[in-house]
T-cell receptor, first 115, second 114 residues
Framework: GAGVSQTPSNKVTEKGKYVELRCDPI?????LYWYRQSLGQGPEFLIY????????DSGLPNDRFFAVRPEGSVSTLKIQRTERGDSAVYLC?????????????FGPGTRLTVL | AQSVAQPEDQVNVAEGNPLTVKCTYS??????LFWYVQYPNRGLQFLLK??????LVKGSYGFEAEFNKSQTSFHLKKPSALVSDSALYFC????????????FGPGTRLSVLP
């Protein structure tokens, strides 16, 4: 079956611009996570969705970052007024709340470069 | 707040020898512990998890990990390393009593030499 997909795979933008990153989770997975991974570091938690609602957004670094999941499937991470420090690989993961709970399936990531 | 430490940036081991990748953690409540592996140009893959029960957890590809509450450790082990095990390994923790905030360690690069 299809895994988690993320688009685009690479995004280059200029400082101050707005970007949207998309995540398509595994079908039927109700839990969805966004992470940010900088070079040489582990993934940093950003936000967790349970269905359509953001159940834990404690990892969002500031109000320039926002994420939605309007129909409980696809999610979009939105970054306003991008800064050079936002450059990183943005990872999405999904998991089921039944059976193999807490086992996250990760997408390949979107590499964001802010010039 | 929870945290994870992986004290070794790099671990080198000869093929066929046992391997250990170390992880220590800190949480306020009960820990849920995980190991993930990242192969070159591929996404993170789940290896194993400790939720409750037996302290020795067996996972994918012959890996296992031992939960040690007194030492707050969750070291990853394999009895006989393969060259194909060479990858980046991440330990992660979630506080079972607080939210869904998973904290990952910085990663350990494992190189298995033929």
């Amino acid at each position: 079956g299809a895994g988690v997909s993320q688009t685009p795979s690479n995004k280059v933008t200029e400082k101050g611009k707005y970007v949207e990153l998309r995540c398509d989770p595994i079908s039927g997975h109700t839990a969805l996570y966004w992470y940010r991974q900088s070079l040489g570091q582990g993934p940093e938690f950003l936000i967790y969705f349970q269905g359509t609602g953001a159940a834990d957004d404690s990892g969002l670094p500031n109000d320039r970052f926002f994420a939605v999941r309007p129909e409980g499937s696809v999610s979009t991470l939105k970054i306003q007024r991008t800064e050079r420090g936002d450059s990183a690989v943005y990872l999405c993961a999904s998991s089921s709340l039944a059976g193999r709970r807490d086992e996250q399936f990760f997408g390949p990531g979107t590499r964001l470069t802010v010039l | 707040a929870q945290s994870v430490a992986q004290p070794e940036d790099q671990v080198n081991v000869a093929e066929g020898n046992p391997l250990t990748v170390k992880c220590t953690y800190s949480v306020s409540g009960n820990p849920y512990l995980f190991w993930y592996v990242q192969y070159p140009n591929r996404g993170l893959q789940f290896l194993l998890k400790y939720i409750t029960g037996d302290n020795l957890v067996k996972g994918s590809y012959g890996f296992e990990a031992e939960f040690n509450k007194s030492q707050t450790s969750f070291h990853l082990k394999k009895p006989s390393a393969l060259v194909s095990d060479s990858a980046l390994y991440f330990c992660a923790v979630r506080d079972a009593d607080y939210g869904q905030n998973f904290v990952f360690g910085p990663g350990t690069r494992l190189s298995v030499l033929p």
